[in-house]
């Protein structure tokens, strides 16, 4: 599976877009870019994934450049409670999930 | 969306004891469940990967006969950490594979972990 790097740790302010970047340099065609967060002490709660086209969720976009080497999740008006742990995770479907050290996403007031 | 559900979330337990944690799939089947570790501040570990009717897979450096794992159906899969040691005290979480939307493509539904301490 591609390795995948994020930033260690963002600041948001508290109503703001949240714009997390991921590089996955080495994606081959079959895989597919996952996001998940994890919030203190709590199980990864699943955000969104993508092939190749954007996608939009009740959560979250994410957009895929058109090389599919790097993605953005955005958060469109983040919270005080999205702060979390956000895991950007390439891989096949139906494949386990290699999780790196992903970025810390703050929202401040 | 697809529950997995995780028991206990939290446990302490006296060094050299059992514990067992299970991991349920509420509305789908999963034929394979996945075990984590998370120590404080760090990322989540593959542990091992659970296979119904057959033997885990574990991942280098985890030992098996410390962590045992029986995935006995297509809903349950079980972690029992043997005789622990306050080394053991983690943060374990499962996860099970199920169909995400129309399209077939599967996501990862993760349990709510458990939080071991051994004392």
Same mark, same amino acid.
């Given at each position: ?7 260690? &740790? ?14 996955? !340099? ?34 979250? !976009?994410?957009?895929?450049?058109? #090389? ?11 919270? =005080? ?12 479907? @139906?494949?386990? =999930? ?7 996403? +703050?929202?401040?007031? | @969306? ?6 206990? &979330? ?16 509420? #509305? ?18 593959? +542990? ?16 098996? #006969? ?7 159906? =297509? ?7 043997? !005789? ?16 995400? #939307? ?18």
């Amino acid at each position: 599976d591609a390795k995948t790097t994020q930033p260690p &740790s963002m600041d948001c302010a508290e109503g703001r877009a949240a714009n997390l970047p991921c590089n996955h !340099s080495t994606i081959s065609g079959n895989e597919y870019v996952y996001w998940y967060r994890q919030i203190h002490s709590q199980g990864p709660q699943y955000i969104i994934h993508g092939l190749k086209n954007n996608e939009t969720n009740e959560m979250a !976009s994410l957009i895929i450049t058109e #090389d599919r080497k790097s993605s953005t999740l955005i958060l469109p008006h983040a919270t =005080l409670r999205d702060t979390a742990v956000y895991y950007c995770i390439v891989l096949n479907a @139906g494949n386990m =999930l290699t999780f790196g050290g992903g970025t810390r996403l +703050m929202v401040k007031p | @969306g697809a529950v997995v559900s995780q028991h206990p &979330s939290r446990v302490i337990c006296k060094s050299g004891t059992s514990v067992k944690i299970e991991c349920r799939s509420l #509305d789908f089947q999963a034929t394979t469940m996945f075990w984590y570790r998370q120590f404080p501040k760090q990322s989540l570990m593959l +542990m091992a990967t659970s296979n119904e009717g057959s033997k885990a897979t574990y991942e280098q450096g985890v030992e098996k #006969d410390k962590f045992l794992i029986n995935h006995a159906s =297509l809903t349950l899969s079980t972690l029992t950490v043997t !005789s622990a040691h306050p080394e053991d005290s983690s943060f374990y979480i499962c996860s099970a594979n199920g169909y995400a #939307d129309r399209t077939l493509n599967t996501e990862a539904f993760f349990g709510q972990g458990t939080r071991l301490t051994v004392v």
